[in-house]
């Protein structure tokens, strides 16, 4: 068996965990039946009025009625599907299984579906719960469709409320290698937190005390400062909230940790710009990471069948190679400007090449090159230039727009990765700045990394390989798969989350496109 992704591992690992804590408070929940008397009361005739009451309103539900109550009666009534107001792992866990089960005929499965994807409900919890339980009596009757025994559904549900359950579902997970199936249930936990915390009341839009606004820096005093030290309390940043208004050691190290996961410059400088990201609605940031969660459905799970991988996320501007399950190396990259957008996509890096003359595309030539061709004649050597078999090209050498490495996977738009020698772009937030290529901050380092198998390779033989003397190109033996994605949230190897800028602005066409699916009924 390959060996897993780090990635894949950490958050399998985080949710086997954090699901086991629920599960050991779930799987006892009959002793717990007393403190949600609340939900449901005990005796036989408010039953019966919960029962009519709900199958008035859900009636396509009624023919599961008696399978459905029966797992309430044998439970002291307590919710089955709830940790206090949160929907809890086994409720999770049910939902995957059924989504994965063919042919299933749910009835009122776009309410379901709200539960798992929605920031807001209207359903009450006595409604969600039962159904829930309808899901699992459907789900549990379609498995055991080919026993010719009566199911005993309390029987089943016992065996279902144990951690065998969440240990088979994060089993399935890692072992279907899906680092993004993953990704998701770590996008869906951060927005379980967030819809807490927008219940919580807590969230207040910052009001800057400066008018007009001013930089705030480390040792400023302002009560900007400690709306800003409250703001990240509330999303982890900060462990305690002092509530001082003195930009002090504590809150600075708070800031370059918000900074650095939401993909900011990372300095102790509180911009205007930051204060707008941090008063960015709960409810915008939790459609965000929906649609993120969707992204994760839709990615190529072949990224989980391989221990070595490059994967770019043009939001963040990063680039991560991993091999034999372990993270190499991280860089910065710059990508397409929105007019020439690097092409979202999969593929097989199969050569990498050192000192590479770069063939200008023809459509550079004619909107670019040849008016500065036509006012100086001598434009082509200045730049290091030649024309051959009438295509422009620039030779090796690190004034070469390449840079000294550039790394090839076949596809349709002609994009690859490279080296660069305006290293100073690096520095930016925002960083579009290409024709749709990929510009590679670690371009070197990416070679060598990628090379250790190849005993050939030495860091001595790279090196001259990339003295911009003459092209080398190498084929690789073993393709490299290269995976470029477009997340405008992720969750780190940490559990922390980012949101990146939607440089692209495709979050706003996804969102047309699942409320077009939505409108005409498309599950």
Request: charged share 30%; with cysteine.
């Amino acid at each position: 068996m390959k060996t897993l992704y780090p990635l894949s591992l950490i958050i399998a690992a985080s949710f086997l965990v954090s699901s086991f804590n629920t599960a050991e408070n779930d799987i006892h929940s009959s002793k717990k039946a007393s403190n949600i008397a609340a939900v449901y009361n005990s005796d036989t005739d408010n039953l019966e009025k919960l029962s009519k009451e709900f199958f008035k309103k859900y009636s396509d539900l009624k023919k599961y009625k008696s399978d459905i109550m029966s797992l309430y009666k044998k439970r002291a009534l307590g919710t089955i599907w709830f940790d206090e107001d949160e929907i809890n792992e086994f409720g999770s866990v049910l939902y995957e299984k059924a989504k994965k089960t063919n042919d299933l005929n749910i009835p009122y499965q776009k309410e379901i579906d709200e539960l798992f994807s929605s920031s807001e409900t209207k359903l009450s919890k006595i409604d969600a719960d039962m159904l829930l339980s309808s899901l699992y009596v459907i789900y549990t009757q379609k498995n055991n469709s080919d026993s010719k025994k009566k199911i005993s559904y309390n029987d089943t549900l016992k065996d279902f409320l144990n951690y065998s359950t969440i240990e088979q579902a994060t089993a399935s997970t890692t072992e279907n290698v899906k680092v993004e199936y993953d990704q998701y249930y770590k996008l869906q936990d951060v927005l379980k937190k967030y819809k807490k915390l927008d219940r919580s009341n807590k969230w207040k839009p910052i009001v800057p005390e400066e008018v007009p606004y001013k930089d705030l820096r480390p040792d400023a005093v302002s009560s900007t400062i400690a709306q800003v030290r409250t703001r990240l309390y509330l999303l982890g940043d900060l462990k305690n909230d002092s509530k001082s208004n003195i930009y002090d050691r504590e809150l600075m190290d708070a800031v370059m940790k918000y900074k650095v996961r939401n993909g900011f410059k990372p300095n102790y400088i509180l911009a205007e710009e930051h204060i707008k990201e941090m008063n960015v609605p709960l409810s915008d940031k939790m459609e965000t990471l929906k649609l993120n969660m969707e992204r994760c459905r839709a990615i190529s799970a072949q990224i989980a069948s391989s221990d070595e991988y490059v994967l770019v996320n043009i939001p963040s501007y990063e680039l991560i190679y991993v091999k034999n399950g372990k993270i190499q190396l991280t860089s910065n990259v710059f990508v397409g400007a929105p007019l020439t957008k690097t092409t979202i996509f999969n593929g097989e890096i199969d050569r990498i090449v050192f000192s590479p003359y770069w063939t200008i595309p023809q459509s550079i030539v004619n909107n670019e090159l040849k008016s500065k061709m036509a006012e100086d004649k001598n434009y082509l050597a200045e730049k290091n230039m030649e024309i051959v078999n009438g295509q422009v090209r620039q030779k090796p050498g690190p004034d070469n727009s390449l840079g000294l490495v550039k790394f090839m996977f076949p596809n349709p738009d002609d994009i690859y990765m490279h080296d660069t020698p305006s290293k100073t772009l690096f520095d930016f937030e925002k960083r579009t700045f290409s024709h749709g290529c990929i510009n590679v901050q670690k371009a070197k380092e990416l070679a060598v990394a990628m090379l250790a198998d190849y005993p050939e390779w030495t860091p001595a033989k790279i090196d001259k390989a990339m003295d911009g003397q003459k092209e080398n190109s190498f084929k690789l033996s073993k393709k490299v798969p290269i995976y470029i994605s477009y997340f405008t949230s992720l969750v780190n190897e940490n559990g922390e989350v980012g949101f990146y800028q939607d440089v692209y602005e495709r979050d706003n066409e996804l969102d047309k496109i699942l409320h077009t699916e939505e409108a005409v009924g498309i599950k």
